[in-house]
């Protein structure tokens, strides 16, 4: 026999068929839904003591009731859905539910096509639950006035669950109610209501609970966890959560069909899925390393730090270890159930492929079949990654692995939820940002140890973002660790004040004589730091670089230099030329290719080419300089800032135009970087010449690096550094100390007054268009493309698309020679495409026509020499896969 109340709230359904191949009902009533919801997030909760420690670290009450609160609010995430307007989305099925309703007036497909269920649900929430009221109707004005104002940032969390989170006031500005039919309205309220009361009874009331009680503050996990857990408790196979359509008779019932789901269908997809992670005991830092390999460094550091999240920073030279470190650290506090997964963001694709290629060796010591992922704009074309997710695959018996990896890899939303992320550092900040379903990527974030690689990379504006993740990373509760060689400690400041800006100052009085390497921990209202002033054993060993400043014309490479290279390379030495910009490099690259004899192997790196090609690039770069490689031959390699963040490459010689210092110190750290490597006569010690501007003022480097200030004192220090070489690690602190101090020097040039003036007004509008974007996140939500993307992380003017091509009698033809477009579908469409565009500078707009609707400029092209020439205004581009993109001023002929 069915009561009145449970044949009322079984007049719902909650999801149709979509396909004849289901199996399973036609429908799925709207109760046994959201039970499917609750029992992945039950079954998830009791799998990961992590997540219960985040969800539990900050409220008195005992864990059983928190997770009843999260329970029955989760439950409640489809409360929009006992709306008429929802069900008329499949009238065919409300008619079978409600046969009735054929003689009532019900909405037309306008009313219901684009109804908001989620929003619909914390709306009704507030209309069917506020107290007797005047004026706007809403009587929930003041929060002590009733228990239930304490649920608006649960249900704001749960209703938020299909992409975009809104407040009270939004919801209530934005929803309104069907009126048509006030019977049926009056139909659904009993039905909401009576659904909370069943959901009451089910979570809260075996914990001692009732609706009258408060519940906690809302975790920020909330919103994200609930999200994850509707997308696998719709995860409708022949195995798992099979439609059912019989009514529900009674709470026992209910309860059986919960436990039924718990035990089988939710164990089922959150294996399937690989969300739920099995750690190998037993964190040491010895088992991350090399076989023969001894701990070094701040490595011996590791297990002297604190137990407890917080946010490291780990400043050591390049070279030293510091992966390891993180990694170690970051194994330690997952195996105290502090986190469940490690996220690694560094700051471009190309650091990223390289980071996977060191994860896919440790990822094993770390988790058992771990889903390790790649998450940047053209992850999907990286071939290790594909031959990762290929081998899960062919895992007979250990379909985690390979489950985890097609769900996952399956949406952008879904990067975090494995293991281990290796990304991009836009990846992390989307958490922060106007996108949908932002809060799954802080769900992410937030379950897991951040280790963010090169943090002194990023700009005004990207630091802005990244101080808004630590402080969402310290109210969940969660660790980040910090990786720098090269961090001035005003930034260091920055970045610590965000996730705990109530803990003690460490710094010293001077930060000049601030030990180096150092480990520094905040959290909380706690300080501590960790050097190796007690183990001078450990202190990296010292060594020097001869700088040779150099004086150019705007610092460029002049043919006497260029030769000089040439020379060099033909003693065997390994040579490296650094540019600031890629129309230097490209120049000075063919001015070589005239110059170097057939026994020295010349080549060019830098950004100017297409996916395909600039891979390939890469690859041979690291083929050619990497660890352990042949070098038995001389070479050069022309490139730009590409080789100087986390690239494992090993140059004799290096040449580069000025750059502020923390930045040249990361190129020389591409300079004798392998102690085992054999060095040619007369490159034996470590020699850097510095192309420096003979003129005043920086010109078109100033237009690359615009804090004149930092790079008029580095050109400073160079200078005064005469003939005494460099000494290392000490230079870390004097240098970059002393040239990012925010006091001007006495006898500062007044054009780099007059410069930095310009730079601390739009250090000032970054920051500001940063506070902004993330104030801007709390209230809109842009579709999560990669358009609007890179449009919310980066500041300023974007690099522009170019598509060009060859038009040929049976369609465009790209620039691999291979794709015509029109002949592709559309996936291999989109694919080509990303393939083979190329990014320009935003300046080159005024030469180019209009952009697609993609915001992509198709130019036609004509094959010629190699490579593919294109009319531009009264000039002309020219693509070549040996140099890229260039663009000149002369005509085409």
């Not at 159930?337 to 694709?349: E, G």
């Not at 010349?602 to 996916?611: I, K, P, S, V």
């Amino acid at each position: 026999m069915v009561s009145a109340e449970f044949r009322r709230i079984s007049k719902y359904w909650g999801k149709a068929r979509k396909s004849d191949q289901q199996r399973g009902d036609e429908y799925h009533l709207l109760p046994y839904h959201c039970l499917d919801v609750a029992s992945v997030a039950a079954r998830w909760w009791d799998s990961s003591p992590a997540l219960r420690n985040l969800f539990c670290g900050r409220t008195d009450l005992r864990e059983r009731q928190v997770r009843a609160w999260v329970l029955f609010f989760i439950a409640l995430h489809d409360l929009g859905k006992f709306d008429i307007r929802f069900q008329g989305k499949a009238k065919d099925v409300c008619l079978l539910l409600n046969p009735d309703y054929a003689k009532e007036r019900v909405p037309q497909a306008s009313d219901c096509y684009g109804f908001d269920h989620g929003a619909a649900g914390f709306y009704w929430f507030i209309k069917d639950y506020e107290p007797e009221s005047e004026g706007d109707g809403f009587g929930f004005d003041e929060p002590a006035e009733h228990p239930f104002q304490s649920w608006f940032p649960w249900l704001k969390a749960v209703c938020g669950h299909h992409g975009t989170l809104r407040d009270e006031n939004d919801v209530r500005d934005g929803c309104s109610p069907w009126i048509e039919n006030p019977g049926l309205m009056q139909r659904d309220n009993m039905a909401r209501q009576q659904w909370i009361d069943v959901l009451a009874e089910l979570f809260l009331t075996p914990e001692g609970l009732s609706l009258t009680d408060i519940p906690p503050a809302a975790n920020p996990l909330l919103a994200g966890f609930c999200s994850v857990s509707d997308w696998l408790g719709s995860m409708v196979t022949d195995t798992s959560f099979v439609f059912r359509s019989d009514p529900c008779t009674d709470l026992d019932e209910l309860k059986r069909y919960f436990e039924q789901r718990y035990q089988q269908d939710a164990l089922q997809v959150l294996t399937y899925s690989g969300v739920i992670g099995d750690l190998n005991n037993g964190a040491e830092i010895q088992k991350l390393l090399e076989t023969g390999y001894q701990p070094r460094q701040l490595q011996v550091l590791v297990n002297d730090l604190p137990n407890e999240s917080g946010l490291t920073l780990i400043e050591a030279p390049t070279g030293s270890g510091k992966t390891e470190t993180a990694l170690a650290y970051a194994w330690r506090l997952l195996e105290s159930n502090l986190a469940d997964s490690i996220i690694f963001a560094l700051p471009t694709q190309a650091t990223a492929n390289a980071m996977l290629e060191r994860m896919e060796k440790l990822a094993p010591v770390l988790f058992k079949q771990p889903n390790l992922v790649l998450a940047h704009g053209n992850s999907r074309f990286n071939e290790k990654f594909q031959l990762i997710r290929q081998q899960g695959e062919n895992l007979q018996g250990e379909n985690a692995w390979s489950q985890c990896c097609e769900w996952i890899g399956q949406s952008r939303k879904r990067v975090f939820l494995g293991q281990i992320g290796v990304c991009t550092i836009d990846q992390v900040l989307v958490s922060v940002l106007p996108l949908r379903h932002r809060f799954v990527r802080g769900f992410g974030v937030g379950r897991s140890v951040l280790i963010v690689d090169e943090v002194h990379a990023y700009d005004r504006y990207m630091y802005g973002l990244l101080e808004e993740v630590l402080r969402d990373q310290a109210k969940m509760g969660n660790s980040a660790i910090l990786l720098s060689a090269t961090l001035p400690a005003q930034h260091k400041q920055l970045l610590q004040n965000s996730y705990a800006p109530d803990a003690p100052d460490l710094s010293d009085s001077d930060p000049a004589t601030t030990p180096y390497p150092l480990v520094s921990w905040v959290s909380g209202t706690q300080s501590r730091r960790f050097d190796l002033q007690h183990q001078p054993q450990e202190l990296p060993a010292a060594f020097s670089v001869q700088l040779k400043p150099r004086y150019s014309n705007e610092a460029a490479p002049n043919a006497a230099l260029l030769a000089e290279l040439v020379a060099a390379a033909s003693e065997g030495a390994q040579v490296c030329l650094i540019c600031n910009r890629v129309d230097v490099a490209q120049q000075a690259y063919k001015t070589l290719q005239s110059m170097v004899p057939q026994s020295i192997e010349l080549q060019l790196f830098h950004a100017r080419f297409t996916l395909h090609d600039r891979r390939s690039k890469e690859e041979k770069a690291l083929a050619s300089f990497g660890k352990d490689k042949n070098r038995s031959i001389g070479r050069v390699l022309v490139a730009t800032q590409v080789v100087e963040q986390s690239l494992d490459v090993d140059f004799d010689w290096l040449v580069t135009q000025i750059c502020p210092v923390d930045l040249l110190f990361q190129r020389l750290g591409r300079l004798h970087r392998h102690s085992n490597n054999v060095r040619p006569q007369g490159f034996e010690s470590p020699i850097a010449t510095v192309l420096l501007p003979e003129e005043e003022g920086f010109g078109v480097l100033g237009k690359i690096y615009s804090h004149t200030r930092v790079m008029w004192r580095t050109q400073k220090k160079i200078e005064e550094q005469g003939t005494s070489p460099l000494q290392f690690p000490a230079a870390y602190r004097h240098w970059i100390e002393s040239i990012y101090r925010d006091e001007p020097d006495e006898q500062e040039p007044a054009w780099v007054t007059a410069d930095m003036e310009k730079f601390e007004q739009d250090e000032f509008t970054s920051l500001l268009k940063a506070k902004q974007m993330v104030r801007w996140a709390k209230q809109v939500s842009l579709r999560d493309n990669d358009a609007n993307e890179r449009a919310v992380t980066r500041d300023g003017a974007q690099s522009l698309t170019l598509i060009p091509y060859v038009d040929t009698p049976v369609g465009k033809q790209l620039l691999d020679g291979t794709s015509i477009y029109e002949q592709l579908d559309e996936y291999r469409q989109s694919e080509a495409l990303a393939l083979n565009q190329v990014s320009v500078p935003e300046s080159w707009r005024r030469w180019l026509g209009e952009p697609d609707e993609y915001q992509r400029y198709w130019l036609e092209g004509r094959p010629q020499a190699g490579g593919v020439l294109i009319p531009i205004g009264k000039g002309s581009l020219f693509y070549s896969k040996e140099r890229g993109m260039e663009r000149t001023d002369e005509p085409v002929k």
